[in-house]
């Protein structure tokens, strides 16, 4: 077997079959879940293709064990693989004490300008929800990734940064509206045309990719008009240049839904979060940008059984380069101790095998998880108030999936 690069080729992904996918173990539970993840990938692999494809691991650094090895968080090599190998997996990566870097994860989104993260939302048969109906949620999240108060542009109250970008505000552009001068701390959002225009056309496409119903946008414009207004306006511009024949909007809309097209919608964050916990089924992708799609993504996932479960990708549409990864932390408070849900990660692995183009491996992965699940068996995290559940460790509960996927005809 020689080393084979997944390429995208004629904007499609061309995967061989023996393709070199790099992936990142991870800090705290990353170790407990990463391994086991990587083997129910390959089982499912194994079983769906009997030997004609196989995923070649290897593993790169990041976090602490880059930083034991190499002295660095994020060594450069890391992101040269990535790049050269277009997708890799990771587990999480806990936030450096000092050395310069505020997140690994945002570090490693932007160097590689990974500008989507796309949260698929769904509910499983068998989880508690605090939802009457959790069966109406079926989302997937784009959350723009590369800019908004995420690119870190802070100044802190009293240092002399702040002196001067408070008097440039004051003396040069004349800001009246500081409360109180001299005692603020600033931070500076920055949202640009091109990326509000390449989040919202990647959601649109996907949208009509998978015959999805709607779009939401999702923004705070009616107070930050220049930035979450702006990122409306640019979408919708879009949308209407782009993409009209295949939209409609929801306000033309009236009664009667055009059958087959996408129904684009509006909604202001705040009104956003209560349709989405009201009328669930309104609501099938969401575009929007970083800090709200924060919030969003992790509201969404407790409603259909928190962050243990909840799969992402972060991804650059026109290159195909991905990385997938768990979207909860390191949660250092229950490491080592065989209690972490893995599902967050083997389901952000099956998102791998559907960007490779493995789509029979990626059922198999779904259809296991959701038979697991229906027989109510898990980890703590979801089964521990569940009355006739059975509660398993991080092993024993990919052991079963694997188990699982080894029955399914
Ligand atoms: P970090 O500092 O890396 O963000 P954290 O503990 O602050 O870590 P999370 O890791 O997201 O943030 O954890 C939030 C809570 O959810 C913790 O109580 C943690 O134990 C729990 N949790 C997170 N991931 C899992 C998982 N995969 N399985 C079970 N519980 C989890």
């Known amino acids: 077997m020689f080393e084979q690069c997944i390429i995208k080729h004629d904007g499609k992904i061309q995967t061989p079959d023996f393709p070199v996918i790099p992936y990142i173990e991870g800090d705290g539970i990353g170790a407990e879940i990463t391994r086991p993840t990587l083997e129910v990938i390959d089982h499912a692999v194994r079983k769906a293709y009997s030997g004609k494809r196989k995923i070649q691991w290897i593993e790169i650094f990041a976090g602490d064990k880059a930083y034991r090895q190499t002295g660095e968080w994020l060594p450069a090599d890391t992101v040269t693989v990535i790049e050269k190998y277009l997708v890799a997996l990771k587990g999480p990566l806990a936030t450096p004490v000092g050395g310069g870097i505020r997140s690994l994860n945002v570090a490693l989104r932007r160097q590689l300008d990974l500008y989507a993260c796309v949260r698929p939302v769904r509910w499983f048969q068998g989880i508690e929800s605090p939802l009457k109906k959790p069966e109406l949620v079926d989302m997937v999240i784009f959350r723009e990734n590369t800019e908004d108060l995420y690119c870190g542009i802070e100044f802190m109250r009293g240092e002399a940064e702040t002196a001067k970008v408070e ?64 990122f409306r306006n640019w979408g919708f511009g879009l949308i209407e240049k782009e993409f009209q024949k295949d939209c409609y909007l929801e306000k033309d809309a009236g009664q009667s839904p055009e059958s087959g097209k996408i129904c684009i919608r509006d909604r202001i964050v705040d009104a956003f979060f209560q349709d989405m916990l009201l009328n669930p089924a309104r609501h099938s992708i969401v575009a929007t940008l970083n800090l709200n799609g924060d919030y969003i993504s992790d509201l969404a996932a407790a409603m259909v059984g928190g962050v243990g479960i909840a799969p992402g990708a972060n991804i650059h549409f026109e290159t195909g380069r991905a990385v997938f990864e768990a979207t909860h932390g390191t949660a250092p408070d229950i490491a080592g101790q065989d209690k972490a849900n893995p599902t967050s990660l083997i389901l952000s692995g099956k998102m791998l095998l559907e960007h490779i183009g493995w789509q029979e491996a990626a059922t198999l992965i779904q259809r296991a998880v959701e038979k697991m699940f229906q027989e109510k068996t898990g980890t703590s995290d979801l089964f521990a108030q569940t009355t006739g559940a059975r509660m398993v460790g991080t092993a024993e509960f990919a052991e079963r999936l694997r188990a699982a996927i080894e029955h399914f005809d």
């Not at 949208?207 to 414009?221: D, N, S, Y």
């Open 167 to 230: 008097h440039f505000l004051m003396k040069e552009l004349y800001v009246k509206a500081i409360p109180f001068p001299g005692d603020s701390s600033y931070g500076i959002k920055p949202v640009s045309k091109n990326a509000s225009e390449r989040l919202v056309r990647a959601s649109v496409r996907y949208a009509i990719e998978q015959r999805r119903p709607a779009v939401t946008l999702v923004h705070k414009g009616n107070i930050m008009k220049f930035t979450e207004g702006a």
